[in-house]
């Protein structure tokens, strides 16, 4: 028992000796550092001046590095621009993969901001003046915030009322202009989006809609696949981006640039400095770790505008795809565009996953505790033994815990918002290259309607076209000479080529005067409707000479009629409008008259008068499209009528009728045809051979028709002969084995 007990005392003493020799150590190491830190403050109090000097001096070189550094990346990144020539693509480097912020981008932004905001003296600089006057204000209304929520603090901890009490009533007034301020920040920014997608669209329409470009771009042209979606979407996508970047990207910049300055007088250049190495840091790991926005941005618009495109063209070709019951096929397609859309999307959406959680442990927590830490530095630093001398210039203001805790609150708020500005700069990053892949797009568009406007085009070569002679090359890679003519149409050494460079004909040579009305025959991809295409302007003539009237003296009807949305008047008027109608002098009744020659006077009181709207290509039927159309030819009265196979759908004698009303109205008919009932209506015949060759030459209906009948009986007679010649055979061959 004793023996225990004296056990008992003895680690009872070895515990109490232990413990009195760590306790020992650790307060031998904390007085260490104690020491330690206010050497370091005195130190700093004895070489602030110079402290101070070396850390603007290494700011200055900072920034002057920064800068070196972007104007050399500027200079090794100059894109050399695709250049087109002769309608062939001459890349000087690869293509990029996406959107980059780069100098190309810059440049690319500068164009579309000069379009976007035309002039200096305009609505959007008045918009973006104003803007920026409300954000300015903001901003030091955020600052005069700041202040007032630490005089409200200080208040309530000294225990005077009536100074919190008139804190709150400040508090309440500056809620007035700052809801204001918010409210019209917001409308302002809105309404810039609206102009710069209209000044935009505007832009895109006047030269997409000029001329002929809107059909030059989907079919001489292979860069722009979905010209619907980069002007609906894109355009409008790229206006929000542009507008709202402006408003996250100014306010922030300006905020921080105030918070710091205001920080820079409460805690120092040097808490301060410390604060921004940290950011700074903490700022190039999240550039190393940020996916490729700008590129994951422009992808996923290529792809929408992808699966835009599949289902636009089923509704286009979906009779034809009924009729062949390719529903399945098209489903396979349309649901394969649509998974690499749900593909990238998901992978995207992954990505935004791991760096927002990155981004938002940096900038809301990482320098929350930075900024806290500099906040309470000068606090405790006068705690420090031995550092009384110090605190005047460690502390801002007096000691008592009113003045203490007033400083704390009001330097902790512009920590904070100075964080959630450098913050919201940093999501921007995001946005802007986001905004990249929308400004890469749109230049894009911009670019091939301009190369386009010009007669430039880039068209991949497949087929025979990918693998053409030297001499086809040349054919393709020159231009002819479009002349215009009073009132013939004529064709000097004009080769036809399609848009994917297949040379149909090398030299087509022609001459069509008012009266000689031309039948066109041949088989089928020949180039009969690519020298229609040719002389409608449609197609760049590769060389020679075309002789034509002004684009108003020739009208188009194709096989399968336009029938644009309107009334039933505009179908007959079409392209003119009610008012140009008037100012021709025709009336609804002389429109009566027209419908009366192709025996559809009926139709008005049957679809509900002239001004009934309707689906018109769902509402009429075949016959009754083709009937239309050349209704609208008797409207316009050109001086030559290109005619496509544009009465396979009506009765011959309503095609009689119809021919020979052309004929007097003093129309020149140049007609793709194989009924022979149309041969008395055309005194000249241009025929293909399929090979390459033509023959063109007076057209005798009769004689033709004779020579016709005569070729079918001699060809049914040798067809005959064979089966004859056949049947000998095997009777010779039957009777031998007998």
Not at 71 to 85: D, G, V, Y
């Amino acid at each position: 028992m004793v023996a225990a007990l004296n056990s008992d005392l003895f680690v009872g003493a070895f515990i109490k000796k232990m413990q009195s020799v760590l306790f020992g150590q650790v307060h031998d190491f904390k007085r260490k550092q104690l020491v330690v830190l206010t050497r370091m403050v005195f130190l700093y109090a004895k070489y602030q001046k110079h402290v101070k000097r070396s850390i603007v001096v290494l700011i200055c070189v900072a920034l002057a590095e920064r800068i070196h550094k972007m104007a050399r990346l500027m200079t090794s990144q100059r894109a050399s621009p695709n250049t087109i020539k002769d309608g062939q693509a001459e890349t000087g480097k690869p293509r990029r993969s996406g959107a980059q912020l780069d100098k190309r981008f810059f440049d690319n932004l500068r164009r579309l901001i000069a379009i976007v905001v035309p002039r200096a003296l305009s609505k959007e600089s008045a918009m973006l003046a104003a803007h920026t006057l409300l954000l300015i204000f903001r901003t030091f209304l955020s600052v005069a915030v700041a202040a007032l929520d630490g005089q409200i603090v200080s208040a309530l901890v000294r225990l005077q009322g009536q100074e919190f009490l008139w804190g709150i009533v400040r508090w309440m007034g500056m809620a007035v202009p700052a809801t204001l301020t918010n409210s019209l920040l917001t409308y302002l920014q809105t309404v810039l989006a609206i102009r710069f997608r209209q000044n935009l669209t505007e832009h895109v329409h006047k030269k997409y809609l000029g001329g002929n470009t809107y059909y030059a771009v989907g079919n001489l042209d292979d860069r722009v696949r979905n010209a619907d979606q980069l002007i609906a979407v894109d355009i409008r996508k790229f206006s929000d981006s542009l507008a709202e970047l402006y408003s996250n990207l100014a306010k922030p910049t300006l905020d921080a640039f105030v918070y710091n300055v205001q920080l820079a007088r409460s805690l120092g250049v040097e808490s301060l400095f410390g604060i921004m190495l940290i950011i700074q840091a903490s700022m190039g790991m999240l550039r190393v770790l940020a996916p490729p926005f700008g590129q994951l941005v422009s992808q996923e618009q290529r792809l929408e505008g992808e699966f835009h495109f599949a289902h636009s063209r089923l509704i286009e070709h979906a009779e034809e795809v009924a009729l062949y019951r390719g529903h399945e096929a098209e489903k396979r397609s349309i649901t394969r565009r649509y998974m690499r859309l749900v593909r990238h999307v998901s992978r995207v959406v992954r990505l935004n996953v791991f760096y927002g959680m990155l981004e938002d442990f940096v900038v809301k927590y990482f320098w929350g505790a930075a900024g806290l830490v500099a906040c309470a530095a000068p606090v405790f630093a006068q705690r420090l033994p031995g550092t009384s001398a110090v605190a005047a210039v460690a502390a801002s203001g007096s000691n008592d815990l009113g003045s203490r805790t007033r400083d704390f609150i009001t330097n902790r708020r512009l920590l904070l918002s100075g964080s959630d500005a450098l913050g919201r700069m940093m999501y921007s990053y995001k946005e802007i290259v986001e905004l990249a892949g929308y400004t890469e797009r749109v230049t894009d568009l911009l670019t091939v309607l301009d190369d386009v406007g010009d007669g430039r085009f880039v068209k991949t070569k497949v087929g025979t076209a990918a693998a053409k002679t030297t001499d086809e090359a040349d054919i393709v890679s020159q231009r002819g000479r479009v002349v215009e003519s009073t009132d013939d149409v004529e064709f000097i050494g004009v080769p036809i080529v399609s848009p994917n460079g297949d040379v149909l004909v090398r030299s087509l040579s022609f001459h069509v005067t008012p009266g000689r009305h031309l039948l066109i025959v041949g088989p089928n991809g020949c180039g009969k409707s690519s020298m229609f295409r040719i002389l409608g302007g449609l197609w760049p003539v590769y060389g020679g000479t075309l002789r034509k009237p002004s684009v108003s003296q020739i009208f188009y009807i194709p096989q399968r009629p336009y029938l644009p949305i309107g009334t039933l008047r505009d179908q007959l008027i079409y392209p003119d409008s009610a008012a140009e109608m008037k100012a021709k002098g025709i009336t609804d009744a002389d429109l009566l008259d027209i419908l009366d020659v192709v025996q559809m006077r009926h139709v008005v009181e049957r679809e509900g008068g002239w001004d009934a709207v309707k689906l018109w290509k769902d509402a009429l039927s075949g016959g009754d499209k083709q009937r239309i159309a050349m209704a609208r030819l008797f409207y316009h009265r050109p001086r030559y009528a290109i005619m496509d196979e544009c009465t396979s759908a009506v009765s011959m004698d309503i095609e009689k009728t119809m021919y020979t009303h052309a004929t007097n109205l003093g129309i020149t008919l140049l007609t793709v045809s194989h009924r022979q009932s149309l041969w008395q209506y055309h005194n000249y015949i241009l025929q293909y051979d399929g090979q390459g060759g033509y023959v063109f030459s007076k057209l005798d209906p009769e004689r033709r028709i004779q020579l016709m009948e005569e070729k079918q009986q001699i060809e049914q007679e040798l067809a005959s002969i064979k089966e004859m010649e056949l049947r000998l055979q095997d009777l010779e061959m039957q009777a031998a084995t007998y």
